[in-house]
């Protein structure tokens, strides 16, 4: 059966939140109390990388939309990396700039699967208390990168931050209308969504447009994943950092094969034009980048390759 763009659109808002609390068939990675921190310097912002966890996930056809599974293969064992699974990681960032600390998504809290709900852990590593950060920068409203800002029981885990959300993401995801036309499996990321912010303290709350700067950052529109992702960046040329969220998603797939679609973008097409359009300006200008998904120690370049790009993670 042939799947619209609605269809498509249904079944990623579906899988958004799948992928935030992943499959049964995942483990846990372990890791030791500190390892999950990698922090970069360039005299004007300070950049940490803080991992809330990583889990292995299987491989199989579904993955990438529209390659096949032995091209995938392929790909990760060019790269020397497992056939079978994909080691997963969460990692949102911390930027110290303009006398603030900065939180890029904030992971699960305690409320994925084993072998995530590290970030705090990591940010003690790194010297950082949880109650010091001032700003929290929203990509987009996935499971995985939203669930952090509430715990279980329903407190808020940064009560006094300031919380930036593009706004077309948040006129998304707490549509009634989008809600009630979105199939029943996709319902879980709209509930989500209703979870953390319902009665979130709306002083707390700020809305902004994607390309408008926020605090000193720019904000870049990186819609396709989800409706109204955003990436981040502060500095400008080689003295830059630019956190890309999910735009490239797994890097040894998405950045070296940009034309690839991950199954959890709601409307692919476009993810890939952003994805192309993102990973070409990185190339230009230099600069650090960051991903949510990539692997440690998660901060590095985009160079050019014959087809498409590399991440070469910073050494």
């Known amino acids: 059966m042939e799947l619209k763009r609605r269809d498509l659109m249904g079944v990623g808002m579906g899988i958004g939140l ?10 846990m990675a372990k890791a030791e109390a500190g390892s999950g921190v990698t922090k970069t310097s360039n005299g004007k912002f300070t950049v940490y990388a ?3 966890g990583t889990v292995r996930r299987p491989l199989d056809a579904g993955f990438v939309r529209n ?19 994909i080691m997963v990681p969460y ?41 010091t950060i001032d700003v929290i920068l ?40 989008k809600m009630n036309a979105a199939p029943e499996a996709a319902q879980g990321g709209f509930k989500t969504v209703r979870r953390v912010l319902q009665d979130y303290p709306q002083d707390r709350l700020e809305m902004f447009d994607p390309g408008k700067p926020v605090e000193g950052f720019e904000t870049i529109a990186g819609f396709g994943h989800s409706p109204g992702q955003t990436a981040f960046s502060v500095g400008s040329g080689a003295e830059s950092f630019t956190y ?9 797939l998405f950045v070296r094969h940009p034309h690839w679609q991950v ?16 990973l070409a300006r990185m190339k230009e200008q230099g600069g650090l980048v960051g991903g ?22 910073k050494a």
């Open 18 to 27: 799948t992928w935030a609390f992943l499959p049964i068939h995942v483990s």
């Open 50 to 52: 803080l991992s809330d």
């Open 67 to 85: 390659a096949n599974l032995s091209e995938v293969q392929a790909a990760l064992a060019e790269q020397r990396l497992p056939t079978d699974h």
């Open 91 to 131: 990692t949102p960032f911390v930027v110290e700039a303009n006398g603030k600390r900065f939180l890029m998504d904030t992971g699960f809290a305690d409320n994925g699967p084993e072998g995530t709900g590290r970030l705090h852990e990591n940010m003690r590593a790194a010297g950082i208390e949880p109650n």
């Open 138 to 177: 929203m990509s987009h409203l996935h499971g995985d990168h939203i669930n952090g800002l509430r715990r279980k029981d329903g407190s808020l885990v940064y009560p006094d931050a300031k919380v930036y959300i593009p706004r077309p993401e948040y006129e998304h995801w707490m549509s009634e209308e």
């Open 244 to 252: 890309l969220a999910d735009v490239a998603h797994y890097p040894a």
């Open 263 to 278: 199954q959890f973008d709601m409307n692919p097409d476009v993810a890939q034009t952003t994805r192309h359009e993102l």
């Open 292 to 313: 949510y998904h990539f692997p440690f120690p998660s901060i590095g370049t985009i160079a050019a390759r014959e087809e498409g790009y590399s991440f070469e993670a």
